[in-house]
């Protein structure tokens, strides 16, 4: 199996709940699995890995967790390479609340890390989601699995195995 690193961020629980259903299905070590505000300590830290599971839960106008605001800067502005990287992005959000900028910090990793070469696994039918507006559609999809633990927490398990599913297809 490919050498696989999880990187996220939560504040109240529902991102974790993913990164902790990734960790267990594809048998992630701990130190592999890293959450942003306490562990991340540079983008050298990517490199270990083939395989990038990151999450963030969507703050304000649709940004990410604030631990990521100096990862992704770096990520930018240092024209660091994702080439022959697999990323898969995961996040919570509340699509009734904020649902024009529903889980929108998922497309705001997508475009950081596609921009940087990174390939895209992972998106989700966003159908099945009612919110108004998110800049985590790409092309009708999700650019990754989206939970709403707020609104929808009776769909979040079902969405979390159904996604994870997927991943190891994409990954076989």
Do not use: P
Not at 44 to 55: I, K, M, P, R
Request: charged letters at 25%; a negative charge; one cysteine or more.
């Amino acid at each position: 199996m490919a050498n696989i690193g999880i990187f996220y961020a939560s504040a109240g629980g529902n991102t974790t709940q993913i990164a902790k259903a990734l960790q267990e299905a594809f048998e992630v070590e701990d130190e592999a699995c890293v959450l942003m505000e306490d562990d991340f300590d540079s983008t050298e830290q990517f490199e270990d890995y083939d395989v990038l599971f990151l999450g963030t839960s969507t703050w304000g106008q649709g940004d990410v967790h604030f631990s990521w605001v100096d990862a992704l800067l770096e990520i930018g502005s240092e024209n660091l390479c994702f080439k022959g990287k697999t990323v898969a992005f995961f996040g919570a959000g509340d699509s009734k609340t904020h649902g024009e900028h529903f889980c929108s910090a998922l497309g705001k990793l997508y475009e950081v890390f596609v921009k940087r070469g990174a390939k895209v696994v992972g998106f989700t039918d966003e159908r099945e989601y009612t919110y108004e507006a998110s800049l985590a559609r790409i092309d009708g999809k999700f650019c990754g699995l989206a939970i709403d633990n707020m609104n929808e927490r009776d769909k979040s398990e079902a969405r979390i195995e159904t996604w994870i599913a997927q991943l190891k297809e994409a990954l076989a």
